[in-house]
């Protein structure tokens, strides 16, 4: 079956922090994955895919195919890195995104 | 370009009523996704549709569900005979190709209440 898991529904870290948000899937073939963000009143964006091999604002994430893994990275957390984040893939014909459950971050000062 | 604008906002229905959401796409994008999000959970997939044509279903609920992307217009999502359990946000992205070789962007969702 094909799934995404999040297993945590909130993480919390102080400004300055490492931050490693945990992404784990299970599908058979090659899937394509992402990083989906959520700022706080703003629409779901894309924050990086997998494809694509960049940073952005700082973030990474690197495809583990043998741990199943799509862990997101940021080595020093900032405030306005505060938000939902979602881990997603794509594996069919069609495009569609089967995503995680999601995992609040919460960057205190 | 105003990106993909979705209303109602907010849409409340009493039970056994009809629930209309729309979405329309950003200028240039052919390919419409509907996904639902219930309280505590992820979004789901429920619909992939490109111009006049359902591509994908597979996430549909088999009754009071149906979706359309007309030639002219936006795409809508219609439940009917709406109950509880319906109550969710719903989204909608669009992309100018299959989202795996493209970004899809999303819309601000639908939070539809049933009372």
């Known amino acids: 079956a094909q799934r995404v898991t999040q297993p945590e529904k909130l993480l919390s870290v102080f400004k300055g922090a490492p931050v490693e948000l945990k992404c784990n899937y299970s599908y058979s073939g090659s899937p394509e994955l992402f990083w989906y963000v959520q700022y706080s009143r703003q629409r779901l964006q894309l924050l990086l895919r997998h494809i694509s091999r960049e940073s952005i604002k700082g973030f990474t994430a690197d495809l583990n195919k043998g741990e199943t893994s799509f862990h997101l990275k940021k080595p020093f957390a900032q405030e306005e890195d505060s938000a939902m984040y979602y881990c997603?893939?794509?594996?069919?014909?069609?495009?569609?995104?089967?995503f995680g459950q999601g995992t609040t971050l919460q960057v205190k000062p | 370009n105003a990106g993909v604008m979705q209303n109602p906002r907010h849409l409340v229905r009493r039970r056994g009523q009809e629930a209309r959401l729309r979405c329309s796409p950003m200028?240039?994008?052919?390919?419409v996704y509907w996904y639902r999000q219930l309280p505590e959970e992820g979004l789901k997939f429920m619909v992939y549709l490109q111009k006049e044509n359902i591509i994908d279903e597979s996430g549909m609920p088999k009754e009071r569900f149906s979706a359309e992307f007309p030639k002219e217009g936006p795409s809508i999502l219609r439940i009917q005979q709406v109950v509880r359990g319906d109550s969710a946000a719903y989204f909608c992205?669009?992309?100018?190709?299959?989202?795996?070789?493209?970004?899809?962007?999303f819309g601000q969702g639908t939070r539809l209440t049933v009372v």
């Open positions: 200028k240039g994008h052919s390919h």
């Open positions: 997603a893939l794509s594996g069919s014909n069609t495009g569609k995104l089967i």
């Open positions: 992205a669009s992309s100018p190709d299959r989202v795996a070789n493209t970004e899809a962007f």
